[in-house]
């Protein structure tokens, strides 16, 4: 019997876990060539604001070990040539099209997701307010749990998809946040963000990207992300989607055990374009050996019990 | 034609100086859809706590006698890691190769010559986009620096396909002393304009230079830069270039897919 892989998001469902993280995939139709769009769980897009962004000077990344730190500073098309020129295109492809939406003010978060919701074809608003590399906007309300609120409640109102925040992980207590947005009426959440950094050239003293300050991804943050999905799982009833340095199946496994009912990849589709049917792959082999016929049984199924000591 | 994503073995590795060495890699498939100017995404297998990948220019394809791709070699100079871990490599290595990516070059329009201009590791796209030239019957020049005579390399390839050779040397150690855009500048002077292709790889202020000295003679000039790059593919937006069409607003463009060859005219240089 062919094992389900299927989850759902609120009342969306995704026919596996696996997302494209934003960011990290263009707009999606940069990849058809070499992925089915419309075999992902979902296709989450570059972040949109109301108007076309530059975004930063280059040198825009840095790789650090087992990571990189970015700064690209949101560059992108806004939301009404994204609705002209990406969306259809998106839906021919018959992709589940998750939108990330940025904002400078309360009001731009929700006018942004108002024109998502009138286009038709998006399957979910992912709301951006963790965003560390811009001055304006995204990480004041995503580092206040009033702000955090704020925006679920204002987006909560002008649209029937999914409303999914996402989480930044530079607070104290990124679970108080889950509760935040739950409670704000916050269908799932997504985390995590990147973790604020600094890579110093130190032949010459200065950064060695232009805005100085950029946000940690890669396997390096991994562990930092599970635990944070688990003190979330732990924290609210709502589906969680968690992210940071997945590179394969053993890597989503972990994020799923510990309560995201979907995963996203954002920096291991850089190095390997074709990651996606080598993670499917590896999950089902992972429910074959384990005789799991659903992937949902497997949500949340970490067992914190110590591990046994082995005798070798 | 989509890249694709070969596990690829060292066949050889040809050491050219301290620096440079030659690394031919079996993916003959990238290599037979490769057009000049294209560039491939490569990680060694070696490597562990570094994640990305790096472009190359294709730098020449192997054939066999039949005409069958068989394999393609980058030039590669020792700068960071993977420059090193790939001029350490051993025959047997894997290294990933992800390609054929990015816009080729433009071949020459009708009774136009070419000139090719190239520093250092910059002549990388120059083998595949000299056959393709010299197949097609057009008049083909390199103009070519390096720091010194021992890190200009291919010299005898090039002779033998019937490029004219224009050589300089910052050491002076070869050729003319001094950079590429001396002898450029003095040979387009007096040039009909729009009579020679000029297309230029190497370091960006010698890309900046070679732009403006070709506008100021009134000639077409492409130019392939390299820019800082995670996943070649438009991902990422990493590696920008700003350009400006026209008059238009000058604004950025990812050099992986909206390049790496650009016109030189529409460079905004930083």
Redesign the interface.
């Known amino acids: 019997m062919a094992r389900d892989l299927s989850v759902r998001i609120g009342t969306l469902e995704l026919p596996n876990p696996l997302i494209s993280a934003s960011?990290?995939?263009?707009y999606g139709l940069?990849?058809e060539?070499?992925t089915d769009l419309s075999a992902l769980g979902g296709v989450c897009v570059?972040g949109l604001f109301l108007t076309e962004r530059?975004?930063h000077?280059?040198?825009?990344?840095?790789?650090t070990?087992?990571?990189?730190i970015?700064a690209?500073g949101l560059?992108g098309i806004g939301v009404h040539r994204f609705v002209k020129e990406k969306l259809p295109l998106l839906r021919e492809r018959g992709a589940r099209v998750f939108v990330n939406v940025c904002g400078t003010t309360i009001d731009e978060y929700a006018e942004v997701t108002r024109i998502l919701t009138d286009a038709g074809g998006v399957a979910a608003i992912e709301l951006n307010i963790s965003c560390p590399n811009i001055k304006e906007g995204g990480i004041q309300f995503g580092c206040s749990l009033l702000g955090t609120g704020q925006v679920v409640e204002a987006v909560r109102k002008v649209t029937h998809l999914p409303v999914i925040p996402k989480l930044t992980p530079n607070v104290t207590d990124v679970a108080s946040f889950a509760r935040a947005a739950e409670d704000a009426g916050a269908d799932a959440v997504s985390l995590v963000n990147t973790f604020l950094a600094l890579a110093i050239d130190v032949e010459t003293r200065r950064p060695t990207i232009t805005n100085v300050l950029g946000g940690l991804s890669?396997?390096a943050i991994r562990p930092i992300a599970v635990r944070m999905v688990w003190e979330c799982a732990r924290e609210v009833k709502i589906p969680i989607i968690g992210m940071g340095g997945i590179t394969n199946a053993r890597d989503a496994l972990e994020f799923i055990l510990a309560g995201a009912t979907a995963v996203q990849i954002g920096?291991a589709?850089?190095?390997?374009?074709?990651v996606w049917g080598k993670v499917l792959d590896g999950i089902d082999d992972y429910m074959a050996r384990h005789q799991v016929e659903r992937l949902s049984d497997l949500i949340g199924a970490f067992d914190p019990t110590p591990p046994k000591v082995v005798h070798r | 034609m989509p890249p694709l994503d070969v596990d690829a073995t060292v066949l050889e590795n040809r050491p050219l100086s301290r620096d440079y060495n030659v690394l031919t890699l079996s993916a003959g498939d990238v290599g037979a859809h490769t057009v000049a100017g294209q560039f491939v995404m490569v990680r060694p297998a070696t490597m562990t706590d570094t994640l990305l990948r790096r472009p190359f220019s294709v730098f020449e394809v192997l054939r066999d006698a039949a005409g069958t791709a068989t394999a393609i070699s980058i030039l590669n100079k020792r700068a960071g890691r993977t420059t090193q871990a790939l001029y350490d490599a051993r025959v047997g290595d894997r290294v990933a190769t992800l390609g054929p990516l990015g816009r080729a070059y433009t071949p020459p329009s009708t009774g136009q010559e070419a000139w090719m201009v190239a520093g250092g590791v910059g002549l990388a796209p120059f083998w595949t986009l000299a056959m393709r030239l010299v197949a097609a019957g057009i008049p083909t020049t390199l103009i070519y620096g390096a720091r010194s005579g021992a890190e200009l390399f291919y010299l005898d390839f090039f002779e033998r396909l019937g490029v004219r050779l224009v050589l300089t040397t910052e050491d002076g150690s070869r050729g003319e002393h001094g950079r590429v855009t001396l002898p450029l500048d003095r040979e387009l002077a007096g040039r009909d304009p729009q009579s020679i292709m000029v297309y230029a790889c190497g370091p960006e202020p010698m890309l900046e230079a070679v732009a403006h000295v070709a506008t100021r003679h009134h000639q077409p000039c492409e130019v392939s830069v390299e820019r800082t790059m995670g996943c070649g593919l438009g991902g990422c937006y990493s590696c920008v270039v700003k350009v400006q069409h026209g008059t238009g607003t000058p604004h950025y463009v990812r050099s992986c897919i909206s390049g790496p060859v650009f016109d030189g005219a529409e460079i905004v240089w930083d």
């Open positions: 960011g990290c995939f263009g940069e990849y060539d070499v570059k530059e975004g000077a280059p040198p825009r990344i840095v790789e070990p087992a990571g990189m970015n690209i560059q890669g396997p920096t589709n850089f190095v390997d374009p074709f």
